[in-house]
T-cell receptor
Framework: AQSVSQHNHHVILSEAASLELGCNYS??????LFWYVQYPGQHLQLLLK??????LVKGIKGFEAEFIKSKFSFNLRKPSVQWSDTAEYFC??????????FGGGTRVLVKP | GAGVSQSPSNKVTEKGKDVELRCDPI?????LYWYRQSLGQGLEFLIY????????KSGLPSDRFSAERTGGSVSTLTIQRTQQEDSAVYLC????????????????FGPGTRLTVL
């Protein structure tokens, strides 16, 4: 069965700092990859997704992620964070079948 | 357009009681999923419906959990004889339901139902 690891459980940074959240998965076949975000008091929202093609995908709110197949990774990045990026971020993988397997989530706190 | 809706938003129940949680998917979405978000276990898949096919129940934690989807739209997740470890946020998601190696199917989530078992 596939698994997803997010290495950082909590990240604290200041506004304008750069953000990178790690995500690694274990599955040898074709995968679809997703990052979801959950802002305080809100529901899970899709941030970006990768299905095929260019391994560098751009999402909403200035986020991007790079799929590196050889490293089984799909790291999320943002060059300059804002206070409004405070949220919990979840990496998810869809392999065989349609269900999503989620990582444990990373809580990001951006200090104003 | 309207997103996935779930009701109730909060449910407090006593141990041993049965509860029903409802999900209304996005109009036109043929696939519907239930997940559970809890402190100890993170986000876990429970069950998946696709059209008229038999549901994938592989994530249901025990036979106290069941779900149905009537008319290919609304779904109800039922938990019988609730236990304290059932306390969690139950999330519903829906998608267009395309499948296969080239599928770009994307799941959209509802706000969840927070279940507290006393």
């Amino acid at each position: 069965a596939q698994s997803v690891s997010q290495h950082n459980h909590h990240v604290i940074l200041s506004e304008a700092a750069s953000l990178e959240l790690g995500c690694n998965y274990s599955y040898g076949g074709t995968v679809n990859l997703f990052w979801y975000v959950q802002y305080p008091g809100q529901h899970l929202q899709l941030l970006l997704k990768y299905f095929s093609g260019d391994p560098l995908v751009k999402g909403i709110k200035g986020f991007e992620a790079e799929f590196i197949k050889s490293k089984f990774s799909f790291n999320l990045r943002k060059p300059s964070v804002q206070w409004s990026d405070t949220a919990e971020y979840f990496c998810a993988v869809k392999a065989a079948g349609n269900k999503l397997t989620f990582g444990g989530g990373t809580r990001v706190l951006v200090k104003p | 357009g309207a997103g996935v809706s779930q009701s109730p938003s909060n449910k407090v129940t006593e141990k041993g009681k049965d509860v029903e949680l409802r999900c209304d998917p996005i109009s036109g979405h043929t696939a519907l999923y239930w997940y559970r978000q809890s402190l100890g276990q993170g986000l876990e898949f429970l069950i998946y419906f696709q059209g008229n096919s038999a549901p994938d129940k592989s994530g249901l934690p025990s036979d106290r959990f069941s779900a149905e989807r009537t008319g290919g739209s609304v779904s109800t997740l039922t938990i019988q004889r609730t236990q304290q470890e059932d306390s969690a946020v139950y999330l519903c998601a829906s998608s267009l339901g395309t499948s296969g190696a080239r599928s770009t199917d994307t799941q959209y989530f509802g706000p969840g139902t927070r279940l507290t078992v006393l």
